[in-house]
C-alpha cells in the first residue's frame, strides 16, 4: 500500500460546506444556481452529505426548501434525528455569511472535492505501481483515464444567450467577406471541397471510408500537410497502421513529386537530392506531430492531445485498428464506443478531427455498376454514420486497365451536417501518393 500516513487532513472546508447548505435555507431559490456545480458527494462531512441529498431531493420535487421542510424530509428518510438534527440545522441558516456568493463557496466545496479525488486516485495508481499487476502500459493507460475522468469532471457547461452566438455567428460571417475562399473551418487544401464542405468546423468529426489501396491515407496526409501549412497550427498524426518512417517517406514523395520507389532505394539523381533537401527542409518547418504507437486508446490519444500547444487539426489512421477503453467481446460495440468518444474528443479539443476507415467488402460483391461506397459500407459499426459530421469516400475505378477513370478519383461526400453533399473529381498520382484539385463539377444530388 502507498504510504499516505503523512497527509493529516484530507483538503476541505467546514465554512464552505457549511456557508452551500446555510444560503440554501435562507433562500431556497440559490439552488437553481448551485444544483448544477455540486452535487452531494462533494461534501466531505456525511452530515453535509445527507442534508444536500434531501435538499436535491426536494428540488427535483419543486418543493420549498426551509428550516422546518429539511428537517421533516431527514426525519422521514432516517437521515437525522429531530433532537440531533434541529439545533444544527438552524445554526447553518444563521451563520451563512452572505448568500450572494453562494456560488463562490460551492465552487470551493467543489474545487475541495477535485482535490481529494486526485488524492484518492494517486493512491489507487500508487498501489497499481507498487503490486505490478498486469502489463506496465495498461497500468499507464489506467493511470492516465484515473486522472483525465477526474479532470473531465471539473468542467460544467452553461446556457449561452442567442444574443451571444448571434454575435459569435456575425463575427464568422464577417471573416467570410474578408476570406474570398469563403471558409468558415479549417481548409483541406483542396478548393473544391472546402467549398461544400465550407471547411472543417471546430469540434467536427470527419471520416474517410475506402477500401484497402484506393489512397485514404495518402488523402489523409495531404490534408494534414496543408493544414499544417496554412495555418501554422499543430497537427497531430496518429499512424496505426505504418510506422513513423514509412508516413514520412510518403509525405516527402508527395512533396518532391519524386517516385516512392527512389527514395525507398536511395536510386536518386542530383537532381532529385537537391529536390528532396528543399522539400525536407520546408516540411521539418510544418508543426506535424507523429504517434505510430500500435492499439492506442481514445483515452490515450486525449492524454497525448492536451499536451500539445496550439492543436489545429489531428489524423486518425485509421479507426478500426483502434483499442476501445471497454474491452467486449463484440467488435461492434467496441468500434461504436470508439467513434462515439472520438467525437467527444473532437468536441472537447474544440478542433476538427479526421479518422480513415475501413469499408466492408459489399462495394466489390455489387457488379461492376454499383462498386461505388455507401454509408452502409462502413465496416463494423453503424454508429460510425451518427457519430460523424463529414462522410467522404475515395472511389478509383481501377478494375481494369483500360479504365477510363484509372488517375482520377472520385471523392463522395455521403454526408456534411453543415452543408451539401455530392461529388468531386480529384487527380490521383499514385507513384507520387498525391492528390490533386482538377477542373470538375459537382451537386447536391451525387451526379
Not at 464542405?197 to 471546430?202: D, P, V, Y
Not at 495531404?222 to 498524426?237: D, M, S
Not at 479539443?349 to 455489387?366: N, W
Amino acid at each position: 500500500m502507498a504510504d499516505f500516513d503523512s497527509i493529516k487532513q484530507m483538503p476541505y472546508s467546514l465554512e464552505a460546506e457549511q456557508a452551500v447548505l446555510g444560503g440554501i435555507l435562507v433562500d431556497s431559490e440559490k439552488m437553481n444556481e448551485i444544483a448544477e456545480l455540486i452535487k452531494s458527494e462533494d461534501f466531505y462531512l456525511d452530515q453535509h452529505k445527507a442534508i444536500y441529498t434531501a435538499m436535491q431531493e426536494m428540488f427535483m420535487q419543486s418543493r420549498r426548501i426551509d428550516f422546518v421542510t429539511l428537517l421533516d424530509t431527514l426525519e422521514r428518510k432516517g437521515m437525522y434525528s429531530k433532537k440531533d438534527g434541529a439545533q444544527y440545522i438552524k445554526m447553518l441558516a444563521d451563520t451563512v455569511p452572505s448568500i450572494a456568493n453562494i456560488r463562490e463557496y460551492a465552487n470551493i466545496v467543489r474545487d475541495n472535492s477535485l482535490l481529494r479525488a486526485l488524492i484518492n486516485g494517486a493512491k489507487e495508481i500508487a498501489d497499481s505501481a507498487f503490486s505490478a499487476q498486469g502489463n506496465v502500459s495498461e497500468i499507464v493507460d489506467s493511470a492516465e483515464q484515473k486522472i483525465f475522468s477526474i479532470a473531465q469532471n471539473k468542467y460544467h457547461g452553461d446556457f449561452t444567450h442567442i444574443r451571444d452566438v448571434i454575435v459569435e455567428n456575425y463575427n464568422l460571417m464577417q471573416k467570410m467577406i474578408d476570406d474570398p475562399e469563403g471558409s468558415t473551418g479549417t481548409k483541406t487544401g483542396f478548393e473544391a471541397i472546402d467549398r461544400m464542405l465550407i471547411g472543417m468546423g471546430s469540434g467536427d468529426l470527419v471520416l474517410v471510408g475506402a477500401r484497402p489501396g484506393v489512397g485514404k491515407t495518402s488523402f489523409a496526409l495531404n490534408i494534414a500537410e496543408n493544414v499544417a501549412r496554412k495555418t501554422k497550427k499543430a497537427v497531430a498524426i496518429f499512424s496505426l497502421e505504418m510506422s513513423k518512417s514509412q508516413l514520412v517517406s510518403r509525405m516527402l514523395s508527395s512533396a518532391t513529386m519524386i517516385d516512392n520507389y527512389k527514395l525507398r532505394t536511395g536510386n536518386l539523381t542530383t537532381e532529385d537530392w537537391a529536390t528532396l533537401a528543399k522539400a525536407a527542409s520546408s516540411l521539418s518547418k510544418c508543426d506535424i506531430l507523429i504517434d505510430d504507437s500500435a492499439g492506442i486508446t481514445v483515452t490515450g490519444m486525449k492524454a497525448k492531445l492536451r499536451r500539445v500547444k496550439n492543436l489545429g487539426f489531428v489524423v486518425i489512421d485509421y479507426l478500426q485498428l483502434m483499442q476501445s477503453d471497454r474491452r467486449t467481446e463484440n467488435r461492434v460495440q467496441e468500434v461504436s464506443d470508439i467513434s462515439r468518444h472520438l467525437k467527444l474528443l473532437a468536441k472537447d479539443l474544440g478542433v476538427p478531427v479526421l479518422t480513415c476507415a475501413q469499408l466492408s467488402r459489399a462495394p466489390e460483391t455489387r457488379g461492376a455498376g454499383g462498386k461505388k461506397p455507401m454509408l452502409s459500407d462502413l465496416r463494423d459499426s453503424g454508429a460510425i454514420e451518427q457519430d460523424a459530421d463529414i462522410i467522404m469516400f475515395l472511389y478509383r475505378d481501377y478494375y481494369g486497365d483500360d479504365a477510363e477513370k484509372q488517375n482520377i478519383a472520385e471523392l463522395i461526400i455521403s454526408k456534411n451536417r453543415h452543408g451539401a453533399t455530392g461529388k468531386i473529381d480529384l487527380g490521383w498520382y499514385g507513384q507520387f501518393f498525391k492528390f490533386i484539385s482538377i477542373e470538375q463539377k459537382y451537386d447536391d444530388t451525387g451526379n
